[in-house]
């Protein structure tokens, strides 16, 4: 709308589709790693900087800081870039919205990943950090930096499932995809899915153990590879592959 104010990552104003809104309305562009993009041919933008401090002795919380500005600084625990943006994203707009900075701490103290996305579940001798709800090459790549720093010292197991949507380039986003994930060194990965040998392939050109890489139609065609793991299993793809019922019932939320 004509007049309105539009907050968004910074990075978006790197495409050319953007250039429309310039006119009409106020930009807030957020920014957590720094200026990358020209922002001169773009009209009505305020440029904010939020910074991720990460200090000692406070484990795996973290503070969020505003650059220009730091006694805006919440509290929060994010382990990934993607959380990080989003985060500010929602600091940045809670506060501009007028809500108090005390009210929005207890908020985020409170926040709790949403069923089937990052939750993580035990049962047995195995946990799950279940991100089902949906996939694409961004968000995979987010989802396992946000696992592998969760999950360091702790034996992995990884169900991929195919990202589905992504037009007549699929293959190449999937190898694309697989050839950047941060995966532990000698763990065990299963692809599920139409694209699961194109994702081996891409695998093995990592010069991974093809011993320990498997590739499956379904997603219930896994279920022997867990009976038999013990350690923390990761599991992601589009909602089509229902790697969500992999989990056993009885389960309990971390």
């Known amino acids: 709308r004509s007049g309105g104010r539009v907050v968004l990552p910074a990075t978006l104003l790197a495409y050319p589709e953007f250039n429309d809104i310039r006119a009409t309305v106020s930009v807030d562009a957020i920014a957590t790693e720094g200026w990358e993009h020209d ?64 009210s929005l701490q207890i908020c985020l103290d409170g926040w709790r990943a949403y069923r089937q996305r990052g939750e993580v579940l035990r049962y047995a001798n195995r946990q799950y950090y279940v991100d089902c709800y949906n996939a694409n090459p961004a968000s995979m790549l987010d989802s396992l930096e946000c696992f592998e720093k969760l999950f360091a010292e702790s034996r992995h197991l990884y169900v991929i499932g195919g990202m589905n949507e992504l037009g007549s380039c699929a293959e190449e986003w999937h190898q694309q995809t697989v050839r950047k994930m941060p995966l532990k060194e000698g763990s065990c990965v299963a692809f599920v899915g139409p694209w699961a040998e194109a994702m081996q392939a891409a695998l093995l050109e990592r010069d991974w153990d093809a011993a320990k890489v498997s590739c499956h139609e379904v997603s219930e065609s896994v279920r022997p590879l867990l009976e038999k793991f013990s350690g923390i299993v990761f599991l992601k793809g589009s909602r089509a592959y229902s790697l969500e019922t992999l989990v056993e019932e009885g389960a309990v939320r971390c």
């Open 39 to 102: 922002f001169q041919t773009f009209g009505k933008v305020h440029k904010y900087l939020y910074r991720w401090d990460l200090p000692d002795g406070e484990g795996k919380r973290g503070r969020l800081v505003r650059a220009d500005d730091s006694r805006v600084r919440f509290r929060f625990a994010a382990h990934s870039r993607g959380m990080v943006m989003n985060l500010a994203l929602v600091v940045h707009t809670a506060l501009t919205l007028g809500v108090p900075r005390e």
